[in-house]
């Protein structure tokens, strides 16, 4: 009866962990990803061909925004906003703080950038993130937000990562300039 009722119990414990991760991913897809979105509309007029889009090229920083060393998978170079980063970034506050040598679950995100991975002094790092060899740029820390796991494998940061590349983008800005 115990071990029925532990088990039962796991199982809960999964279903929520997963409806919290499935829910996250959901939020970050931007509005025009879901099907209703993209579904054209059975008694539309055809629409006329639209010009073709310009290449993909490096755009001014948006207001707030900084010049980011990242570039997506299509080459296009990245600009960040600074505030959109900090409410993202109110999620990571769980685990991380930006404060140098103040350590929560995660490491203190202080001096991110350009920092080796597994180094914080006073945390204890899986030995994944350790031996990454990871010295965390821009890029780097732009690639591994989309999916931690993937990147690092054996990482024991939980997180599921952003999808939304500008939400990445946006972090990046933040811890720019409020992790020096």
């Not at 999620?91 to 180094?119: D, E, F, Y």
């Not at 990482?155 to 992790?179: C, H, P, W």
């Amino acid at each position: 009866m115990r071990t029925t009722k532990s088990l039962m119990g796991a199982i809960a414990l999964l279903a929520v962990v997963a409806a919290c991760s499935q829910s996250e991913q959901k939020a970050e897809a931007p509005p025009a990803a879901t099907e209703e979105a993209a579904a054209p509309a059975a008694e539309a007029p055809p629409a006329e061909a639209a010009p073709a889009a310009p290449a993909a090229t490096a755009a001014a920083p948006p207001a707030g925004g900084i010049a980011l060393d990242v570039k997506d998978a299509a080459g296009a170079t990245l600009t960040g906003s600074v505030e959109a980063g900090a409410r993202i970034f109110r999620q990571c506050q769980t685990c991380h703080v930006t404060t140098a040598g103040v350590n929560k679950v995660g490491p203190s995100l202080h001096g991110i950038i350009g920092r080796t991975a597994g180094t914080v002094p006073g945390f204890r790092y899986s030995n994944a993130n350790k031996n990454s060899g990871i010295v965390w740029t821009e890029q780097e820390l732009y690639s591994y937000l989309e999916n931690p796991r993937a990147k690092i494998p054996g990482t024991i940061m939980a997180f599921v990562g952003l999808r939304d590349s500008q939400q990445r983008a946006d972090v990046i800005a933040y811890l720019k300039e409020n992790t020096k």
